[in-house]
């Protein structure tokens, strides 16, 4: 493996441009509902390695009447051992519900230092979830767990949509959802079942306006846009297809799996090709050698605006757990 020259810079520093940057975080969020789920997840994610969150449910997962054994249940698994990666994330209930809370004291509780996000459903707008986010910074602060617990919140109402660069503005926001099948039926029948499947998810022109927003809004304050669900569960070719078209056609740069066959095909569908990984190398590496000034690469010209993208390019593949080069991964990522 070469070793990078010393005093070269790196491309965090040379090729700062004053805006938040997107975290680079796993492609895939799996949901998983019950705890033989989570572990059977658990289990695949130390087989695959860290492409991919776990999201543990407690808004849909939670038998009625057993929400606070389930919350309690979740929050031991968190902060288990068996938690190998810290990838697990947690849905609660939605602000309008009595448990949402609850579900809150209790995994800040019981897990607050190793949580890896927490995922807020159903606001009906910015209200709802600065609401819920400052009572999840209070109950961070009250329990001393040292860190400021990174959010994400659904855009799955009228409301949310209408608010969606406000809530993409508020404090330790990571990722913003799109909830595709709860946003149809708030239409109250006049979009059909047909739109919460492809073609018409990516067609109809309400679900594209709604898809459009959540990612630009998103993206403008340095946050993850993240697709809804495949309802194909067993075929992997339409999963990725969809998560193919989520991340070219629209710019989602993550997207939920509920089925463990549909994480393989969302990881791949979202990774940057080969080809272009190889690229971003290649004119990086060149760029570094010539202290970020303009460089000839196979007859174009590139300059710091192309070594922003490319730079993209390769910090999601190495999020994304693509095979990098011993050359890149030592000036980069050493």
């Given at each position: 493996m070469t070793t990078p020259h010393a005093g070269r810079v790196h491309p965090d520093q040379a090729l700062f441009d004053g805006e938040k940057a997107v975290p680079f975080i796993p492609a895939c969020?799996?949901?998983a509902g019950s705890e033989k789920l989570m572990r059977k997840a658990l289990m695949l994610q130390l087989e695959m390695g860290p492409v991919f969150d776990i999201t543990c449910d407690c808004e849909d997962g939670a038998a009625t009447g057993s929400?606070?054994?389930?919350?309690?249940?979740?929050?031991?698994l968190i902060a288990s051992d068996d938690n190998q990666h810290r990838q697990m994330g947690v849905r609660i209930h939605d602000p309008q519900s009595p448990h949402w809370r609850d579900d809150v004291d209790a995994l800040v509780g019981g897990a607050g230092d190793r949580v890896a996000y927490i995922t807020v459903p159903k606001s009906l707008g910015v209200d709802d979830a600065r609401r819920v986010i400052d009572y999840i910074r209070e109950r961070a602060i009250?329990?001393?767990?040292?860190?400021?617990?990174?959010?994400h919140l659904l855009v799955e109402t009228?409301?949310?949509?209408?608010?969606?660069?406000?809530m993409a503005a508020l404090p330790n926001l990571q990722v913003l959802d799109f909830g595709l099948m709860d946003f149809i039926s708030a239409h109250q029948g006049a979009l059909g079942f047909s739109a919460m499947r492809s073609p018409l998810q990516f067609e109809h022109p309400l679900v594209v306006r709604a898809k459009t927003e959540v990612v630009a809004a998103a993206l403008a304050h340095g946050v993850v846009p993240a697709h809804n669900v495949s309802l194909n569960l067993k075929d992997t070719k339409a999963t990725f297809d969809d998560a193919s078209r989520a991340r070219h056609?629209?710019?989602?740069?993550?997207?939920?799996?509920?089925y463990p066959a549909q994480i393989a095909a969302i990881v791949q569908a979202m990774r940057p090709a080969?080809?272009?990984?190889?690229?971003?190398?290649?004119?990086l590496l060149a760029a570094q050698a010539a202290h970020w000034g303009p460089i000839s690469h196979e007859g174009d010209l590139h300059d710091r605006a192309t070594y922003r993208y490319f730079w993209n390019v390769l910090r999601q593949a190495h999020a994304q757990g693509s095979a990098l080069g011993a050359d890149a991964r030592a000036a980069f990522f050493s």
């Open positions: 969020e799996h949901f929400e606070a054994e389930h919350v309690r249940m979740v929050a031991r009250r329990e001393r767990t040292g860190r400021e617990i990174p959010m009228h409301g949310a949509l209408a608010d969606a660069k406000a056609q629209f710019g989602f740069l993550r997207m939920w799996s509920i080969d080809a272009e990984v190889q690229q971003a190398e290649a004119i």
